[in-house]
């Protein structure tokens, strides 16, 4: 990903164009789904787009209870995914220019280290953020202190609103990263590492949703997340120093202790 040097005009929807002005092109079509929510002939179209869809109501069995809306996946979902994947594209563009490229002018790496270090950036932000909100779901959840209830009464064919709602933005943003490669000028070279470990993410996120696995999926992301997180954040500090690589050696150690803990938790639950 090259540092994009802005000309004064190039030619409307020309390929520098749309990379330069990308984010508020997505801007102006997910601003086109949020003024469908004000009209009633819209509404209904733009509802499908924005919020989550396929919810039941169920019933309090006590009195000292609530009533608890859940829900379950259907194709509607993506229309709400495709929504999504436009917030992410925002972010990533809000996350680049705001933080990244500030620190890279700073810093001034070379080519190579430049790519590395937004790959490892926007990466890293997301891995923050996925953590942090996947182990608030696991906390409120009770899925990491009973891991029973990762496999009892399967399948899961309903979820709750936080649970559904985090596998939505987890398939979209993976999903952004496809036009991404377009956008930031993503070198050959590195194209097809990208693509591999995207889609095999898009492909095993959308198979846990699918496939009703959601409680042992949200599980599996928030270890690998944090693994990746701490991957990432020694990569960013080893930019800044090439001394320092000791957070590589705790990388490698959690590494294997979230393999065996995904191990387990697949023969205990």
């Not at 009633?40 to 019933?59: H, W």
Request: hydrophobic share 50%; with cysteine; glycine share 4%.
């Amino acid at each position: 990903m090259g540092l994009r040097k802005k000309n004064k005009n190039p030619p409307v929807f020309s390929h520098e164009f749309i990379v330069q002005n990308h984010a508020d092109i997505v801007s102006c079509v997910a601003m086109v789904f949020l003024l469908g929510l004000m009209f009633e002939m819209t509404a209904k179209i733009a509802v499908s787009f924005v919020t989550l869809q396929y919810n039941i109501t169920i019933p309090a069995t006590d009195e000292k209870d609530e009533s608890r809306i859940l829900y379950h996946y259907g194709f509607k979902d993506v229309a709400t995914i495709f929504f999504y994947t436009l917030v992410a594209i925002i972010l990533h563009a809000i996350v680049q220019e705001y933080v990244l490229d500030k620190i890279n002018r700073r810093m001034h790496f070379s080519k190579t280290k430049h790519s590395k270090f937004n790959e490892s950036g926007q990466l890293g932000a997301f891995y923050l953020v996925s953590f942090v909100w996947g182990a608030c779901i696991l906390a409120s959840e009770n899925y990491a202190s009973h891991p029973r209830n990762l496999w009892e009464s399967y399948p899961h064919t309903l979820m709750p609103f936080q649970v559904k709602f985090f596998y939505i933005a987890q398939v979209a943003y993976w999903l952004h990263a496809l036009p991404e490669l377009y956008f930031q000028k993503t070198r050959k070279e590195d194209i097809p590492r990208q693509l591999v470990y995207t889609s095999l993410y898009i492909f095993h996120i959308a198979g846990a949703y699918l496939l009703n696995l959601n409680r042992f999926g949200l599980v599996l992301m928030v270890l690998h997340y944090f693994v990746e997180l701490l991957f990432h954040i020694s990569r960013l500090f080893y930019f800044s120093d090439e001394k320092n690589e000791k957070g590589f050696t705790l990388w490698a150690a959690l590494f294997v202790v979230a393999r065996l803990l995904t191990l387990s938790l697949s023969v205990l639950a």
